[in-house]
Nanobody, 127 residues
């Protein structure tokens, strides 16, 4: 069983920055995909970014491309989401997720690929 713990959320003004962290434990990651998703009040959970644990390849949602950067620290089993140029519409609970299957490609932008989820961290962007 994988444990994922997010941290780094908070309240920030529009245009500001935050860095989210996801600490993973419970098993060894090789070529798995890990991702960030978010859910705003009254909306469905949506894809934000994904990274391939081994090679560092990544995908981003169009809405965050150029503003958010996903990265990982393999030895420490940490994943990050650097968020710059934050907008009020980025307000949501952000979740990290890990896939168990060794799959890479467009499917990693969908929730169905992920088996393990963190509890989420709130990001609030004020206008």
């Amino acid at each position: 069983q994988v444990q994922l713990v997010e941290s780094g959320g908070g309240l920030v003004q529009a245009g500001g920055s935050l860095r989210l962290s996801c600490a993973a434990s419970g098993r060894t990651f090789s070529d798995n995909a890990m991702g960030w998703f978010r859910q705003a009040p009254g909306k469905e959970r949506e894809f934000v970014a994904a990274i391939r644990w081994s090679g560092g390849n990544s995908y981003y949602a169009d809405s965050v491309k150029g503003r958010f950067t996903i990265s990982r620290d393999n030895p420490r089993n940490l994943m990050y989401l650097e968020m710059n140029g934050l907008k009020p519409e980025d307000t949501a609970v952000y979740y990290c997720a890990a896939a168990r299957r060794l799959v890479w490609g467009p499917p990693v932008t969908t929730m169905l690929m992920y088996n393990d989820w963190g509890q989420g961290t709130q990001v609030t962007v004020s206008s």
